[in-house]
T-cell receptor, first 114, second 112 residues
Framework: ETGVTQSPTHLIKTRGQQVTLRCSSQSGHNTVSWYQQALGQGPQFIFQYYREEENGRGNFPPRFSGLQFPNYSSELNVNALELDDSALYLC?????????????FGPGTRLTVT | GDSVTQMEGPVTLSEEAFLTINCTYTATGYPSLFWYVQYPGEGLQLLLKATKADDKGSNKGFEATYRKETTSFHLEKGSVQVSDSAVYFCALSDQGYQKVTFGTGTKLQVIP
């Protein structure tokens, strides 16, 4: 069984640029959630995708957007990067169905905005 | 909205000491409760979970009991090892939504 994978591992961008992060969900999972983890903090929910549609969103501005593909993989896009966007971005996959609530996390992408 | 409060760290213990990390939550309905662990430089790993009141989650010697009357889910381990050094996150999930709400994390350092 393949776990959740994310790419790239590390990324350095300049303020104002755009970035795309990628996530492959665990085999058998149909839902992907994205989280932002600032240094020394707990992860904050950005949004979730199910059946290729956004299925809930946290308190993040519209410049954070995403996609889910038919194979359940996902992308997180961030436009007009700001210094405060520097964080570890975590992707989590899960199965939406009866009695299944566990989210399995990938290793994360460390984004640094300079 | 939902929230999780856990004790601030860092917590420093000697090997074989008893560990307790306190966690309380606020939520509507009947959330599922989790403890995740994050080792240095790594992502989050699910340590244990409980899905209803009075359930006890356990894994690798760690335990936590879902206490609805006190809205708590304290993490315990009878004898910690150096390899348990990590950051521990208490979290909850609204069962109808799957969004996970995390606490701020508690860093545990175990010294030989």
């Amino acid at each position: 069984e393949t776990g959740v994978t994310q790419s790239p591992t590390h990324l350095i961008k300049t303020r104002g640029q755009q970035v795309t992060l990628r996530c492959s969900s665990q085999s058998g999972h149909n839902t992907v959630s994205w989280y932002q983890q600032a240094l020394g903090q707990g992860p904050q929910f950005i949004f979730q995708y199910y059946r290729e549609e956004e299925n809930g969103r946290g308190n993040f501005p519209p410049r954070f957007s995403g996609l889910q593909f038919p194979n359940y993989s996902s992308e997180l896009n961030v436009n007009a990067l700001e210094l405060d966007d520097s964080a570890l971005y975590l992707c989590a996959s899960s199965f939406t169905g009866l009695g299944s609530y566990e989210q399995y996390f990938g290793p994360g992408t460390r984004l640094t905005v300079t | 909205g939902d929230s999780v409060t856990q004790m601030e760290g860092p917590v420093t213990l000697s090997e074989e000491a008893f560990l307790t990390i306190n966690c309380t939550y606020t939520a509507t309905g009947y959330p599922s409760l989790f403890w995740y662990v994050q080792y240095p430089g790594e992502g989050l790993q699910l340590l244990l979970k409980a899905t209803k009141a009075d359930d006890k989650g356990s894994n690798k010697g760690f335990e936590a009991t879902y206490r609805k009357e006190t809205t708590s889910f304290h993490l315990e381990k009878g004898s910690v090892q150096v390899s348990d050094s990590a950051v521990y996150f208490c979290a909850l999930s609204d069962q109808g939504y799957q969004k996970v709400t995390f606490g701020t994390g508690t860093k545990l350092q175990v010294i030989p």
